[in-house]
């Protein structure tokens, strides 16, 4: 240090004396001039820095001090976080146990519905991933608003596939977990057979795979609970009362997972996994409508609780839409999920992708596993074959966006290779239950007690016992006397038949039935076929609840039971068996009348739906008398909406038109719309909405009206989605967008007639896209 300073004091002193000198002896009189005022300056430097350094280097001896204890202290800042993530990832020999037991449970294809092949695909063969939508938060107010309104920040891939209508993975939302705490409570919505638990199923196997090398997200510890076991708990919900979620974990959870019974987790670990001191814990609740009505608000409002308390856990609810808005209404009280997300129906490019996965697997597995190329070649002709059928047919196409039915699809393409696929979806179960009961004990050899006709009708009658009691899963002991029942009813019915040849033909001596077990009948129908199954220990449901909701539908009306079933046409439980049974009849125009005559929202929308699809699939000697009556459906149809803007209630009409138009197009409220459906929107119901608009506000409101303003923006009838720049512009004309900003829903003027064509368009997921794709429509 010494040494540095003594340099910096005389090293400008030093130059300043050789130059001088160099001058003096040159004789250049003139330099020698010019380099005295150096000397001196450099003279009186070697004076003043010797202070000047020694401070120097004090202050600077202290800024080094702090700058090194900084750095030192973010390093070990980061080697704290280092050792901290390796602390928590570090499993213990139970967490390995665990999560060995959980994804064995999941690690399997669970054929809902049957299989022609006697081998099950593994999940992570034949799993396609599904896409989310109509991804929404909820506000202060209560209400639903879609995350592209700003409420949430999504990353920019993500936010392209929103505006492209891609939809998004789960994993996409898991990955933000961390930092965005609305993705911690999700819910997804689904009708049967989309995938839901699937879904579920093979995010517990890749958590629980413990071979990954890196996962989608980051690693969380999973727990699959299926709520229909709540129902099978002592004392049923009562249970809750006494129970937090670590608890029912740890006693009921754990103990039904493969070998789980010989686990014994440490004491309270379950609740530090909750509490977020070791991984992360996932918590996904599965099949809230297979709870019974009665015990789901009980049920939501435990889970809300256990949403609460655990805040850094991440929770899922899976669970059909009538069944979740049942419960999550207005009147609701507790902590609920705070965004909701829809299954999108599988595109083509997903039915190809699964159907050439599960082939090869079908056509591996009786080959001993073999994929060989020739195998390969097999599998793939298989798939593209049966493809271009689904092409070719609209309305298989339509069955082969769910992905239970195009494993259906699949299965009987298989089995009947050279035969038509079914056209509808209760012809499709209809085969398959043949194939289940039928043909496949015959192809394996396996003499059934009953005729496969008589195994579907006490099916059925069980099938109905389960739908009026609102149960998805029973025991063993009431099974065995309800099919004990079913079976007796069969017997009287066959000896009244005999009975009755006898007294036709007294000559013809027929054998008195036989008599069947009903222990000897479950354990045959459950080893062969995939109808009724157990799913554990002395606990049967059917393989999937469509299945249980066509069988009670096709008994129904074997015993004619029309008059019960439309008298319990508001509980969940009855929807799908209502349009299952009215999909069965030829002529369904007097189960639409009954329903409309009924009156209720809810029944004239089962009675819409199976008149959309009447009109789809009946023959043209239907088709005049489906037209009268599409009248009568559509007076009660639009008949709240009338009222609602006759009275003024503009905020109320806008609501039910977003119900009309959703429900128009197959969806449930709260979903969005694709462009192809607003581009594809029914005309007769475009007109009659924008007439009751235009009627009762004075040609002010109406999609008409802003169809012509977003022309004079210079909006194009192509249906294509306007610029940021045409997009502002229109939203001036109409009042969305007032002093540079766009306004929320409850700032739109809802008083009286205001801004020419400022309603409809309030509470809807993407206006903008609504409005330029309906804006091509002949209004």
């Excluded at 999504?154 to 996409?172: C, P, T, V, Y």
């Excluded at 002529?587 to 329903?595: D, Y």
């Amino acid at each position: 240090m010494k040494v540095r300073q003594t340099l910096i004091r005389w090293m400008p002193f030093g130059a300043s004396f050789a130059l001088m000198g160099n001058a003096v002896l040159a004789q250049d009189w003139v330099q020698t001039l010019l380099t005295f005022p150096w000397l001196a300056g450099s003279t009186a430097w070697a004076a003043y820095s010797a202070a000047f350094l020694e401070r120097l280097d004090e202050v600077m001896r202290d800024k080094g001090s702090a700058g090194a204890d900084s750095a030192v202290a973010a390093v070990e800042q980061l080697f704290s976080g280092v050792r901290e993530t390796l602390r928590r990832d570090q499993l213990s020999e139970f967490e390995m146990a665990y999560l060995a037991a959980q994804a064995a449970m999941c690690r399997d294809y669970q054929v809902e519905g049957g299989s022609a092949s006697t081998f099950v695909p593994m999940l992570s063969e034949v799993f396609v991933p599904l896409e989310l939508s109509d991804v929404a938060v909820r506000g202060q107010e209560g209400q639903l608003w879609p995350v592209f309104r700003g409420l949430m920040k999504l990353q920019d891939n993500q936010l392209e596939k929103l505006a492209a209508r891609e939809g998004l993975s789960i994993w996409d939302l898991l990955k933000e977990v961390e930092t965005v705490p609305a993705y911690r409570h999700m819910a997804i919505k689904a009708w049967g057979g989309y995938g839901k638990t699937t879904l579920l199923r093979n995010l517990t196997f890749v958590y629980g795979d413990q071979t990954q090398k890196a996962y989608p997200a980051a690693p969380m510890m999973p727990f699959l609970i299926y709520l229909r076991n709540f129902q099978l708990l002592p004392g049923e919900m009562d249970d809750l009362k006494t129970l937090d979620l670590a608890q029912l974990i740890t006693q009921h959870h754990i103990p039904r997972l493969p070998a789980g019974a010989k686990l014994q987790p440490p004491e309270e670990w379950a609740e530090q996994v909750l509490r977020g001191t070791r991984r992360r814990a996932l918590v996904m609740w599965d099949g809230l409508d297979e709870v019974k009505a009665v015990n789901r608000p009980a049920l939501a409002r435990w889970m809300g609780q256990q949403m609460a308390a655990y805040p850094e856990a991440v929770f899922i609810i899976t669970s059909r839409p009538n069944a979740y808005n049942e419960v999550y209404n207005d009147q609701f009280t507790g902590a609920q999920p705070t965004m909701t997300l829809f299954v999108k129906p599988f595109n083509k490019a997903q039915q190809a992708k699964f159907l050439h996965q599960w082939y090869l697997c079908q056509e591996s597995y009786v080959r001993g596993g073999r994929k060989t190329p020739e195998v390969v070649q097999e599998a793939q002709k298989s798939a593209e074959t049966l493809l271009e059928q689904l092409n070719q047919r609209p309305e298989l196409q339509d069955l082969a966006k769910n992905p239970l039915l195009l494993n259906l699809i699949g299965t009987f393409h298989r089995f009947y290779p050279g035969q038509e696929l079914p056209q509808r979806r209760g012809e499709l179960y209809q085969e398959i239950c043949k194939l289940q009961l039928g043909a496949r004990p015959l192809a394996k050899r396996v003499a059934m007690p009953l005729p496969w006709e008589e195994i579907q009708e006490v099916l059925q009658g069980v099938a109905l016992a389960m739908v009026k009691q609102e149960l998805r899963t029973v025991t063993e002991k009431p099974l065995l006397r309800l099919l004990g029942q079913m079976l007796q009813r069969l017997e009287t019915e066959q000896e009244t038949e005999q009975e009755t040849d006898r007294g036709a033909d007294s000559g013809l001596d027929l054998a008195p039935g036989v008599a069947v077990e009903p222990a000897e009948f479950l354990r045959t129908v459950v080893r062969v076929s995939e109808l009724l199954v157990e799913r554990e220990a002395q606990e049967y449901e059917f393989s999937h609840l469509s299945f249980q909701n066509y069988l009670a539908a096709l008994e129904v009306k074997r015993t004619q039971q029309e008059k019960l079933m439309l008298q319990s046409y508001d509980k969940p439980a009855w929807k799908e068996p209502i349009l299952l049974y009215g999909a069965q009849m030829r002529n369904p125009a007097g189960l639409i009348r009954k329903l409309c005559g009924i009156g209720d929202k809810m029944a004239v929308e089962l009675a819409y739906t199976i008149w959309q699809e009447s009109t789809r699939k009946l023959g043209p000697d239907m088709e005049q008398e489906l037209a009268q009556l599409a009248e009568q459906v559509q007076l009660f149809r639009f008949r709240d909406l009338e009222n609602f803007l006759k009275n003024g209630e503009w905020q109320k009409a806008d609501r039910e038109t977003y119900r009309l138009m959703i429900t128009a197009v197959g969806k449930e409220e709260g979903q969005a719309f694709e462009p192809e459906e607003l581009l594809n929107f029914p005309w007769e119901e475009l007109l009659k909405i924008d007439g009751l608009w235009r009627n009762y506000s004075n040609n002010r409101y109406g999609f008409s009206i802003q169809k012509e303003i977003y022309v004079k923006c210079g909006g194009k009838l192509d249906g294509s989605y306007p610029g940021d720049k045409l997009w502002t512009a229109f939203g001036k004309e109409v009042g969305w967008h007032v002093n540079d900003r766009w306004l929320g829903y409850s700032d739109l003027e809802w008083g009286g007639t205001g801004v020419l064509g400022h309603l409809p368009g309030g509470e809807w997921k993407g206006r903008g896209i609504v409005v330029s794709l309906l804006s091509h429509r002949d209004l």
